[in-house]
């Protein structure tokens, strides 16, 4: 064998008790796996002695905003150093393929404070097809830090066959997203997204979706929505996606299932009873969340939908506009927008973790009632400028979470783990860098939330059954070598709000395909990431 962990502390994705083994691997996949005194020792080429580490299956980040981030950097330890040995990109609704070249433009302005504006990318792609392959390439053909699937972002699908509008789309519109859908999971989508509080795919009308998700469906893909409130309509929002891809036949994946702001405190109950009637009726359905009570997005996802019908161009003409943000103001500030989840705002519970314009970057870490303050000016006022001078790029921590909810929702039949990690700007959200040893430390070792199997179970198996991937997410004879070697008494996130970039501790070795990517604690030069295509591409 090419490789021998020995004595280690098998977790191995089932959820059943660990027990101690000797783990072989050949050639990327697992090829033995000896219990403790179940005869002689493996050798191999190389022995590594875990030394009663528990040895578990890469973790998979359901929610991720890589998508140029692994394009740009090699490194990529904010996730390689979690354990992340698969992340699932296109989230939300808003991405770069399906794409023409005006669509490509306007995405990358919408969702600069995601993923930066792309001057540093060679956009040489234009559909699913192309990027993936892009991702396989990379970095001179030896591809990227860790394995990514991809989905089919609605809302860009709308931008490209519809554009910005705020209307149904007509039935030559519908055919061609339709056709948009069928083509990317041909290529090798693993499931279609939305951002249903994002324009322009919160325009679309459940009609649509459900023909969209009927494609999807077709293709042996998931329904994975950013739905239609977090806040003031989250439990009818939660029922509309159940009932959605009820109709369209589609598998549902939940994204970051929080129940958030003051009108959802000790709500999860509520949430997780609508989603076991669901589930006991027959509807196939998961979810992801993240272990921290804040959220993350941008600064002009608050604002109402009609302010950006007709794009990131059109948002910012009517923020000029004095009476035109007026309007916004009231819809913000005094109704509660649908960009804020039909709550009205609490300046002093966002918080600006990045801009694009280094000009303001005396904001960051302020929330902007506090940066209101300072400038001696009401607090939209100091909004309405980040805008406008941050050309829509700015990002923000929304403080509207509840720790009780968190606990209940993560302990859930159906629930998997995604960091929804922003990796821009100057604070990011510490998810980003911590998600994954955050529950372990915490939740597991720290709070008893979870015991350590069960935990496993839901970042690898979980996961890896909701993206139809058959030789992933355990620890077994055949399997993927996609590794993670971690020490469950010292696990701990490294990230804070006051510094978010640092990485964890007690996850000394992780393994792709065989090879090493975290070795001893240090990112090695290895780009064992490759592209993970949906079962029902082609070919």
Not at 37 to 60: K, N, Y
Not at 150 to 169: E, H, K, N, S
Not at 173 to 192: H, I, K, Y
Not at 323 to 329: K, W
Request: charged fraction near 25%; charge should be negative.
């Amino acid at each position: 064998m090419d490789l021998v962990i020995r004595d280690a502390r098998v977790v191995d994705g089932t959820g059943a008790p660990s027990y101690r083994a000797d783990v072989g691997v050949t050639d990327g996949r697992i090829a033995e796996i000896r219990p403790e005194g179940d005869g002689p020792r493996l050798s191999a080429a190389r022995t590594l002695d875990a030394d009663g580490l528990a040895l578990s299956p890469g973790f998979i980040d359901m929610h991720a905003h890589s998508d140029l981030a692994l394009l740009r950097d090699p490194d990529h330890s904010a996730k390689a150093a979690q354990g992340v040995t698969l992340e699932v990109l296109g989230q939300d609704g808003l991405s770069y393929a399906p794409a023409d070249d005006r669509t490509l433009a306007e995405v990358r302005r919408s969702i600069a404070g995601w993923n930066g504006d792309g001057g540093d990318i060679d956009f040489d792609w234009r559909t699913v097809g192309g990027y993936l392959d892009r991702l396989d390439r990379n970095f001179g053909g030896q591809g990227i830090a860790v394995n990514a699937a991809y989905l089919i972002p609605q809302g860009t699908v709308r931008m490209l066959a519809v554009g910005w509008d705020d209307r149904p789309a007509t039935d030559t519109e519908l055919d061609r997203m339709r056709e948009l859908v069928a083509q990317g999971m041909a290529e090798g989508a693993a499931g279609m997204s939305s951002g249903l509080t994002y324009t322009p795919g919160m325009y679309a009308k459940d009609a649509e979706l459900t023909e969209l998700c009927r494609v999807v469906a077709a293709h042996g893909g998931y329904y994975c929505p950013h739905h239609r409130s977090y806040g003031a309509g989250a439990l009818q929002a939660y029922e509309e996606m159940v009932r959605l891809t009820r109709d369209a036949g589609c598998p549902l994946h939940l994204a970051h299932a929080t129940m958030n702001f003051g009108v959802n405190e000790g709500k999860a109950p509520e949430l997780l009873s609508l989603l076991d009637d669901a589930l006991d009726a027959g509807a196939d359905i998961s979810l992801d969340t993240y272990p921290y009570t804040p959220g993350c997005t941008t600064l002009v996802a608050m604002l109402p939908s009609w302010s950006s019908e007709g794009g990131p161009a059109s948002v910012l003409t009517r923020l000029a506009d004095g009476a035109t943000a007026e309007r916004i103001r009231h819809h913000v500030e005094v109704l509660g927008s649908d960009g804020c989840h039909g709550v009205p705002i609490e300046w002093d519970r966002i918080e600006i973790s990045g801009v694009g314009n280094p000009e303001l970057s005396g904001h960051v870490g302020r929330t902007v009632a506090e940066s209101a303050l300072l400038r001696g000016e009401e607090p939209w006022v100091t909004a309405r400028r980040l805008l406008v001078e941050d050309r829509l790029g700015t990002t923000i921590l929304q403080h509207v979470g509840h720790e009780e909810n968190v606990r209940q929702i993560m302990r859930h039949r159906v629930h998997t783990g995604g960091s929804d990690g922003i990796l821009q700007g100057d604070k990011p959200h510490p998810r980003a860098y911590g998600t994954f040893p955050q529950y372990l430390g915490r939740y597991v070792r720290e709070l008893g939330i979870l015991s350590l199997e069960e935990c496993v179970a839901h970042l690898t198996s979980r996961p890896a059954a909701r993206l139809r991937l058959p030789d992933r997410g355990y620890v077994r004879e055949g399997y993927r070598a996609d590794l993670v070697l971690f020490d469950p008494a010292t696990v701990a996130a490294g990230s804070t709000f006051d510094e978010p970039r640092a990485l964890p501790v007690g996850i000394p070795h992780v393994l792709i395909d065989g090879r090493f990517v975290i070795e001893d604690g240090r990112r090695t030069s290895t780009l064992a990431g490759r592209a993970v295509r949906g079962t029902g591409a082609r070919g």
